[in-house]
């Protein structure tokens, strides 16, 4: 889903609703959102560490992207310190994986976003 078709989203899910349900909807709505552009600046600055999908409650994912993105290349510098080893040098799974995220983050985020508005006004998600 785009932000776009989010917003269209949003809109018809409000048009069905009175004028104090908008209200509390809005209220409640915006207080929990996650803003896209926010996610991406998790993304970009601290990928490494997953923290982009945890604010997602994405803990499985954010924990891969903390091992494979940052213990494991961490732990492979220092092995190629200590051992001379280029071959440790190959660890670079983890940044492939944040490139790749980045152009996932913002669905992910709407996709986020969108449940929580299902959640919010009743409906099932």
Request: hydrophobic residues 45%.
């Amino acid at each position: 889903m785009n932000e776009r078709g989010f917003w269209q989203f949003l809109n018809n899910l409000r048009d069905g609703m009175s004028d104090a349900e908008q209200q509390t909807f809005d209220t409640r709505f915006l207080a929990v959102r996650k803003t896209p552009l926010i996610l991406y600046g998790f993304s970009y600055f601290l990928g490494w560490l997953g923290v982009d999908r945890f604010v997602l409650g994405h803990w499985g994912l954010g924990l891969g992207k903390l091992i494979v993105g940052g213990i494991i290349p961490m732990y492979g510098s220092f092995m190629v310190e200590m051992s001379g080893d280029p071959a440790w040098d190959a660890l670079s799974i983890g940044q492939i994986w944040m490139i790749v995220d980045y152009f996932l983050i913002g669905g992910a985020t709407r996709r986020w976003n969108r449940n929580k508005a299902l959640e919010i006004s009743g409906q099932n998600a």
